[in-house]
Every structure is written in structure tokens, then in C-alpha cells.
């Protein structure tokens, strides 16, 4: 791997980040999460970011994934400023254009696997017989179609994080964010997942950021970001290496 | 259509929860359903019993009713027989009116001679067969539990019956054969000084039954007062039984007469006059529009009339209804802040639990309004269950305390109606404390859904 120095054309970029600090205030302590951080990430990447814990990892995906607002900054997604949109409006940007893959997966446990992928197709108003065709599709793209039925608590953490996978691309996402996804799970079936992450983002031709500690994962990436201190020290491009 | 499924199944996630909300409110709405068919039933009956005893109208002379009572002749309707043919060929009134029947009040004093006993009373002269027609009323349908049995008639111009306290102070109640009526003691016994009493001097027309060959055997008792001409008169009362008063002291005081003595006491060799008339209407519901109806036809005809309802003439009635509505009130709002506070209590637990659901649900793009309906929704679908159920479970325990045929008396009344709690058939009573427990189980889950729907996503989502 080597260290790369030219950026990616603009036409390509779905998510950059100029100058971006985020301070939590705890009482009347300011916690530092990143410190000034820019960063650009290609269309149709596979990008890790890693880094110690407490290094801002989750910090970054948030605002990223428009769920919490930078300090300082600018965050532009898929060419929006997330920063100009009001609380509904960037809800609306969430529901049609970013998937969130989590660590604890987080189904709706009163849902089956089958509601759970249809869920985001609902808030987005999506015909009923579009819904059932990709919801469909995608279960059986990442080997669910015949537990669709299930709910979340019948299954085994591997075949929840696959329908959270399905869930996170039904919507036919720009980006889609995974915090940690295999933290929660043993290093085969994490390895499984992450396998099957990097397939569907091939396959979906779009973007994926993943945060995580695990090796594993690190060897899928397209670009590895290295943070720390809620820094960016190092950013790797496997293309070059 | 997601948002209520959502809700549907969340309330079936936490069963024990849940039916322990669902109790209350179902406890909340039997309370109030068998409580307020209860009290719809008191009202009913108390309502059937004042129509079956004075009508829904009576029309008086401008003025009885504020000062006739004390001097009821002075205030009598002339020529009533005409009014009497005004009403009932008024073509509005005639399909609305039941009975229509002329009354007298007449107060003076009663004596027995015999045993030297008197006192003041208060009679009504009126038709019997009119006042039995008036006391098969039955509008609200609460059935008859018991019909009367009028000791009286139309051809029997001079019988009549009186109260049963009276009755022992007149020493009547050996020769009547009064159950639990014991004659009081005489008054030789009480104060022997005094002279004894005899109104027969005052007698200003000739008994009928002194031109009559026969000779009335049965017990009696002299009426005095005095003729609207204001001189003294006196005619006899042939007893024919007693009815017992609700009221101590009217029990004390009450004749009831047939309407041609009482006017051969009041009025004597003059005109044959009224001081009211009783109108009993078909439907309680008609009593405005007849009054206004009344009212017009006398205006009229220059009719110095004035009509009185029910409820004016018996304010009794009014204040029990305020009575019940007050105690039903406070019920309902005890069983309201109970619903309130379960219902809170655990939507903001239902809130609690899952805020990370909250959290995953608003980063897949759901908006902070669509957090607030999906738990307005769970307290909706919550009401509307227990509703539902409080419905049946009330309306199944109002069948069995119904069928259980208790009967009760109503305060000041005489006759015992029926103790039912009304609630099948009570459609107001239904939908009001369905729709009120539907509402108010929203309602209280609106704060919990604002708490919800104003979690900031990342907060949330760390609750993980
Ligand atoms: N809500 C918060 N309030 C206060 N401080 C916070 C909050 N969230 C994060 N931090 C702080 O910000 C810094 C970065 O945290 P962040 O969770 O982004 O790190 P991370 O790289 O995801 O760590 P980990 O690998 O443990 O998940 C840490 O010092 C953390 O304590
Ligand atoms: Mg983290």
C-alpha cells in the first residue's frame, strides 16, 4: 500500500468533509470527537475507516450519515450540504439516500425479516409490487429469502446483520454506512458478512463505509482512513498498492 | 397502515404490561358504564313516578303558582270545561297529550267527630279514573312493578282516601284495617278541658246522603274550609282506604278527594271551578313543544293561563339529577386520571425501552412527527381494545344485575320501580365512555410520544 496523494475528480465524490470539528459537551466539559477533519470519498468505494477506540470512528459516520450535526464544518453527501437541511428534510435525505448497517444490528424486533427489509421502502412510499420485487431480490442476494418470515429474535446474529445488510441497499442507497458491523459476531461469521458486504457493494455499485478493529475487514477496502485523536493521519488506496 | 401494525404488535410484545393497562381501563369503564346505567335507571324511574303522579304540564291561573297556595279558590279557572275543549281540539296538541284532567287543591281541616280528633290537611280533588290512566304511564319503559290500586271511582262522587299518618291522628286506622296504624290516643285522654268539636253547623249545602234513602256505612271524616264567598264550609269524606306518602309531613296532611266534593267544598252553590290542569304528555321529550304550543293557544284566546312543567313543580326532582350527575362526574373523573396516569405510565415505559428502536427507526429516515404517531398509535390501538372489552365486560355485568330483578324505592316516593343499571340501550352513556376512554388513552400517550419523537438520533441510537 502506498500512500496516495492525488484526490479523486469532483464528479465522483459522494461524501466530503472540509474542516469538520464536533466537541461534546459534558457539563461544562468540552469533549474534543474530531479536530478539523477533511475527507473525500469515491462513488462505488469500499472504505474503511479505522482507528483506536475513543479515536472518533462513530463520530465521523454520524455525521457523515447525517444523524448528528458537526461542530465546525461542512458535510456534503452525494452533493448536498447536509448542514443547509432542516430536521425533516434531512430525515427525507436519509430515507432515500443512505443505509445504516449497525453493530447490534438493530431489526425492529415486531417486524419479520421480510417487513424489516420493506420497512425503509415504506417511508419512501414505493409502490407495493415495486416493494415486493426488491425486497425479494435482496433477501435472496444475501441468502434470507427462505426465512423472510422470521422474526428478529428466531434468528442467529449472522442472518440478522444480512437482512440489516438487505435493509441498508433496498432503498438503492448512495452510501451506505456499517459501524463495527462484525463486532458483535464471531470472526467466521464476520468474515462471512464482511464477504457479503463487499459483494453487495460491488454488485449495487455503491458506496460503503465501515468503520472496525478487524483485520478482516481492512482487507476488503478499497481505501482504508486512519484516524486518531479525531484526526485523519493516513488514508490508504488499495488500487496503488 | 405500517404504523398501526407496529402498534398492534408492540402491545402484544409486553402482554403482562399491557394487560395490566388493558385491566385498568376495562375496571374504568365498567365503573362508569354500571354506575351511570345505575343512575340512568334511578333517573328514569324517579321521572316515570313524578309524570305518573302530576303530569308533564299543569296549567294554573297567572299567580297560583307563586301565591295560590294560600288561597287555592281565589286563583280557579273559570269555565274550564271550555279550556278543556281547547286543548284537546288543538291539532297540535291532541296527538302529543296522554291524559288531560282537571285537579282542585283545597286545604282546610279534618275532623273526626266521632272521636273528637282534627287537624289541617291538604287534599287534591280529582277524577280517579283519570289519575289510574296517569299512573299506567310508562314512556322510559321501566315497566309497572306496581299498578295502583285506587280506592276510588267516578260514580262515587263522595269517596275518597287519605294518608295514613293522618289516618292515626283521626283515629281511622282500626275501622280502615291500616296495617302497622295504630290510633292515636284520644283527645279526652291528652286534654280533657277542651270542648268537643262539631262542624256540622257550618254545613252550607245539604249533604246528598241525607236526601238519599240508603245510609253510608262506611268510615268518615268531616272536611272544613272555607267557600272562595269566604264563608265557612263543611262536607264528609267516605273513606274508602289509605295511601301511605313518601313524606312524613304530607302523609300527615294528604286527602285525596273526588273533584265534585272538592268543588262542593271550595266552591258550594257557586260556579264549578279548577285551580289546575294536568297534562300528561306520550313522550317526556314533547313537554317544551307542548308548553309552546300552550302557551300560544292561550295568548290566543287571551287566556290569563300559565303552563308549569315537571320540573318546576317538583324541584325535588332537578336536584336529585344534580345530585347523580355530581357523584357520576366525580367517578368519572377518578376513573379518568387513573386511565391517565396508567396509560402514561406505561407508554413511557413502552418509550423507555425502546428508545434505540427510536434511534434505528429515525436514521432509516423517519421523521421526529412519524416517531410521535407511531406511539399516539399504541395508545389509540391500547384505548380502543379496552374499550371494546370494558364495552362487553360492563354490558355482561349489566344483563346479570338486571336479571337479578331487584326493585327500590325512590326517595319520597311510595311506589318501588325497578333497580336496573341501564346500559345496553343507554346508547349516550355507551358511546361517551367509549369515546372518552379512546380519547383520553391518545391523549396520554401524547406526552410519551413527544418525549419520543424529540430524542436526538445519536442519543437514542447509544441506548442500544
Ligand atoms: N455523546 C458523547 N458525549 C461525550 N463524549 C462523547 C460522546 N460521543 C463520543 N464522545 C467522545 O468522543 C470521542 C470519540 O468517540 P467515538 O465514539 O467517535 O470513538 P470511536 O472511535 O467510535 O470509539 P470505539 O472504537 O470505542 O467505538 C471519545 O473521546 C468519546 O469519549
Ligand atoms: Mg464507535
Redesign the interface.
Known sequence: MTRTSSLPPPGDIVVRLRDVSKTYLLGAVAVPGLHELSLEIGRATFSVIVGPSGSGKTTLLNLIGGIDRPSAGTVEVAGQDLGGLGDDRRSDFRARNIGFIFQSFNLIPVLSAYENVEYPLLLTRVAAAERRRRVMALLDAVGIGDQSRRRPNQMSGGQRQRVAIARALVKDPVLVLADEPTANLDSRTGAQIIALMHAMQTRCRTSFVVSSHDPQVMEQADETFTIRDGALIDRHCRATS | M?TLV?AW??IF?NRRRSALTLLAIVVGAVAVLLFGGFVTSILFGLQTNTVRAIGHLQVFRQGYFEFGAGKPGAYGIKDYARVLRLIRDDAALQPLIRVLTPTLQVFGIAGNFAENTSRTFYGRALIPSDRLRMWAWDGLGIGNTSLRQLAMSDDDRDGGVIGVGLARILHECAALKVLNCTDGPSEADVSPDLPAEDFSSLIEIDPPASSGAAVDRRPKIDLLAATVAGAPNVVTLQLNGVERQGAKELDDNYVLMHLDLGQRLLYGRGEHQVTGLVIQLHHSSDVAGARRELRRLFAAQGLDLDVRDYTELNPFYLQVIAMFGAIFGFLAVIMGVIVLFTVVNTMSMSVMERT??I????????????VRRLFLAEGLVLGVLSASLGLLVGLGLSFLVNRAGLTWTPPTSVDPVPLRVMVAGNPLLLAGCWFGLVALSALSSLLPANKAARL???DA?RH?
Open positions: 405500517t407496529i404488535r408492540n410484545r434505540a428502536e434511534g434505528t427507526i429515525r436514521a432509516l429516515g423517519l421523521r421526529r412527527s412519524g436526538e438520533v445519536v441510537l442500544g
